[in-house]
């Protein structure tokens, strides 16, 4: 069964205090890994797509990495806009589906 | 480009009745898309996978017969929700497929049944 896993939970920065969200997996074969970012009360928000270990992809203050067991999304120098929940998800082969982990809520301090 | 739209976006209906959600992607065609639930802290649950033209595939444990899901069109397919309980109070929430295998999010329907 595939299994998505992130940590940490819930992490709480000072605006401008890079750090780092943890997402591992386990699955029978890899499609593709996405991050989402979703606000309260509101659908996930598309942010990258990795399709094989080596890849990396920015976007403003995130970049996303891939290595064959788990993903990081590195948040640079953040801003309190940044504070939501960020969801990976992973895809396997010959399937459209998404298996989500439970998501890392990022808060952000001005 | 790749806007999903829910409507409504928020529904109260009293138990026993049946409540209709539609998801449209705006700017492009979709063959397939998805329908989730997620509570209060938690992460997304999918419950079916719906193609244009064809009967949805529903997650085991997902009854069908209560959520009855029609793809009719590449740009739309709705969720209805027969019978309403308060235990189907939840956030819905569809997405559709990109050309890349991502899925693109609509903003969600949060449901209460009273």
């Known amino acids: 069964e595939d299994q998505v896993t992130q940590s940490p939970e819930a992490l709480r920065l000072q605006e401008g205090e890079s750090s780092s969200l943890n997402c591992s997996y386990t699955v029978s074969g890899l499609r593709g890994l996405f991050w989402y970012r979703q606000d309260p009360g509101k659908g996930p928000e598309f942010l990258f797509t990795l399709y094989s270990a080596g890849e990396e992809k920015e976007k403003e203050r995130l970049k996303a990495t891939l290595t064959k067991k788990e993903s990081f999304l590195h948040i640079t120098a953040p801003k309190p806009e940044d504070s939501a929940t960020y969801l990976c998800a992973v895809q396997v082969p010959n399937d459209y589906k998404l298996s989500f982990g439970a998501g890392t809520t990022v808060t952000v301090r001005a | 480009g790749a806007v999903v739209s829910q409507h409504p976006s928020w529904v109260i209906c009293k138990s026993g009745t049946s409540v209709k959600i539609e998801c449209r992607s705006l700017d492009f065609q979709a063959t397939t898309m998805f329908w989730y639930r997620q509570f209060p802290k938690q992460s997304l649950m999918l419950m079916a996978t719906s193609n244009e033209g064809s009967k949805a595939t529903y997650e085991q444990g997902v009854e069908k017969d209560k959520f009855l899901i029609n793809h009719a069109s590449l740009t739309l397919s709705t969720l209805t929700v027969t019978s309403a309980h308060p235990e189907d109070s939840s956030f819905y929430i569809c997405?559709?497929?990109?050309?890349?295998?991502?899925?693109?999010f609509g903003p969600g329907t949060r449901l209460t049944v009273t």
């Open positions: 997405s559709a497929r990109g050309q890349a295998y991502e899925q693109y």
